[in-house]
């Protein structure tokens, strides 16, 4: 089987409640949805597309690709479906892999028992058909093979992406309780924001949301900061296919014209670190930064204008007391400063709205 140009599920993970927005990515690459679900999207396709999907996807945490589905009542069931399969057409050789899973089944009560059953059934296939034993560890630095088992099902995966796709790869300095970019992009596809019209974000912090914003706003896919995914790790990798959709990242980038994204916080090192990820990100140049009190952040006139404020709360940033007159506050400068402004408020349980 080449897994290249073979048609298979794909299942494309994300975090809770963010999966309408990773639909709508992966409809806008021209793909088409078999099914929607609370932590993903499931469509068809080769480990081809794949490539495609992990360098474009913002919203996106993994890109399955299905290998095997079988029934399985104990991991003695995992090990004898596994055993049997084809692992020598997956992994070059030497090789090295990692297991990750799902587990939800009576008989386990740690996953990692089930993984190291996945790791046995692949490691004797392979010493078994080349007379060498590949070598495994926990890093997702090679191919990495994914189960998913629940109650009597399961399925067996090709984790395309390796580290999560929702960390895009330019924060080098995260801050305090910094918010993951693949939800912070989530968040903002949430706004409707027409990637024209002022973007505000007070209380910047580490600068995820004013960042996201200018990459969105720009075209400006995640691939471009990321050069190791788990898919250049398998047998018959053609690098050619990877070159050249890597090579569309830089093509598809456009320029906005007047775009204005005003990122503020009090505190100077914050904005100092924020500048640096905005430089990783290549859209430094984008961003208006300056140290300043919220209430003193310049909120242009505008009637389309967004504004994304994440502050600080008890249980993530600060003493519950002391911030009750911080939230009034906030309350006073949107009420005198942000007419016209769509305004979403961060708290502390993240929610994004309804669509």
């Known amino acids: 089987m080449n897994l290249y140009t073979t048609t298979s599920s794909i299942i494309i993970t994300c975090h809770k409640r963010i999966a309408p927005y990773l639909e ?36 996106a945490s993994q890109v399955l690709y299905s ?5 399985a009542n104990d991991a003695n069931d995992i090990y004898n479906n596994l055993k049997d399969y084809n692992w020598e057409s997956i992994l070059p050789e030497p090789g090295y892999f990692s297991v990750t899973s799902n587990v939800n089944n009576p008989t386990i009560n740690n996953s990692m028992f089930a993984n190291l059953r996945v790791k046995d059934a692949v490691v004797d296939r392979l010493r078994d058909k080349r007379g060498t034993r590949p070598s495994t560890g926990a890093e997702l630095t090679g191919t990495v093979i994914h189960l998913f088992w629940k109650n009597e099902e399961a399925e067996i995966f090709i984790d395309t992406s390796g580290d999560s796709l929702a960390r895009h790869g330019y924060r080098k300095i995260p801050g305090l309780a910094p918010m993951l970019e693949g939800l912070a992009a989530a968040t903002i596809f949430a706004a409707n924001w027409d990637k024209h019209s002022p973007f505000i974000n007070p209380m910047c912090g580490s600068g995820t949301l004013a960042i996201e914003a200018a990459l969105i706003a720009t075209n400006r896919r995640p691939g471009l900061f990321r050069t190791n995914y788990a898919f250049m790790h398998l047998q018959g990798y053609d690098e050619t296919i990877y070159q050249r959709e890597d090579a569309l990242l830089e093509e598809q980038i456009i320029d906005v014209p007047n775009l204005k994204i005003i990122a503020t916080d009090y505190n100077p090192k914050a ?5 640096k990820n905005a430089i990783a990100a290549g859209v430094h140049k984008l961003i208006e930064f300056a140290v300043c009190d919220f209430a003193l952040t310049n909120v242009p006139p505008y009637e389309k204008g967004v504004m994304m404020i994440n502050p600080e709360y008890g249980e993530r940033l600060g003493d519950i007391t002391a911030l009750q007159e911080t939230y009034s506050r906030i309350g006073d400068f949107m009420k005198q400063k942000c007419g016209g402004y769509l305004v979403m408020y961060l708290p502390a349980i993240w929610i994004l709205p309804k669509k």
């Open 67 to 71: 290998l095997k589905q079988f029934t």
């Open 24 to 59: 709508k990515e992966v409809m806008e690459l021209g793909f088409a949805i078999e099914e929607t679900f609370i932590t993903g999207v499931k469509l068809k396709g080769t480990i081809n597309d794949c490539i495609k999907l992990n360098l474009n996807l913002r919203c």
């Open 271 to 275: 904005i100092e670190n924020a500048k």
